[in-house]
């Protein structure tokens, strides 16, 4: 049973304009959710972080909205840069639980010109 | 060398062979992790090393067998592997556990690895 998802395999966005990420989750002690980028032959890169006592999180370009009644969090790019072409993962981690990442999927996250 | 580095980048193994997946850290950190990834399925934790004794085996087959000798190091040492393995194996390392605040990991390019 998955307690990170991300529902769209797949997103396409122009270049200059928002693009939105989404993920959900099942498990209610998740402490903190992290998005990671990855990039092809390369291993995922730390992106942006939110603690669950938050519910927004900025650094530059992108933000990290967290919604805990809805177990519901997502990441904006804006404005969106063909080097945000890549793969976007969600993952959660509990402060006192086993501290290793769960991840979800992926969306792979295509700017077009 | 910097980061996180993982050798081989590519390895393809009989179901008779063993092999060993290497990780080195060159940030300092004390924990240290295996995820695995294979197709179509989100990245699974594997393993978790602290300070290196381990603190979380999430469930894996004896077939892989971890090896922390120190806070820079960690293996998986691959035995009797079936196809069903074949995946990215990904190293992971952080400053310390969530639970003490560092729940940022860092992470190397992984090893394709292959089982005929």
């Known amino acids: 049973d998955q307690q990170v998802k991300q529902n769209s395999p797949s997103l396409s966005v122009q270049e200059g304009r928002i693009s939105i990420l989404n993920c959900d989750y099942t498990?209610?002690?998740?402490?903190?959710f992290l998005w990671y980028k990855k990039y092809p032959a390369e291993g995922p890169t730390f992106l942006i972080s939110i603690s669950s006592i938050k519910d927004k999180n900025e650094d530059g370009r992108f933000t990290v909205f967290l919604n805990k009644s809805a177990k519901h969090l997502s990441l904006h790019i804006v404005p969106s840069q063909p080097g945000d072409s890549a793969v976007y993962f969600c993952?959660?981690?509990?402060?006192?639980?086993?501290?290793?990442?769960?991840f979800g999927k992926g969306t792979h996250l295509i700017i077009q010109p | 060398e910097t980061g996180v580095t993982q050798t081989p980048r590519h390895l393809v193994m009989g179901m008779t062979n063993k092999k060993s997946l290497k990780c080195e850290q060159h940030?300092?950190?004390?924990?240290m992790y295996w995820y695995k990834q294979s197709a179509k399925k989100p990245l699974e934790l594997m393993f978790v090393?602290?300070?290196?004794?381990?603190?979380e085996n999430n469930s894996v087959p004896s077939r892989f067998s971890p090896e922390c000798p120190n806070s820079s190091h960690l293996f998986l040492h691959l035995h009797t592997l079936q196809p069903e393995d074949s995946a990215l194996y990904l190293c992971?390392?952080?400053?310390?556990?969530?639970?003490?605040?560092?729940?940022?990991?860092?992470f190397g390019p992984g090893t394709r690895l292959t089982v005929l």
């Open positions: 940030l300092g950190h004390n924990a």
């Open positions: 992971a390392s952080s400053q310390g556990l969530a639970g003490s605040g560092y729940v940022e990991q860092f």
């Open positions: 090393y602290n300070f290196k004794e381990q603190t």
């Open positions: 498990n209610s002690m998740f402490d903190y």
């Open positions: 993952a959660a981690v509990t402060g006192g639980g086993a501290d290793g990442l769960t």
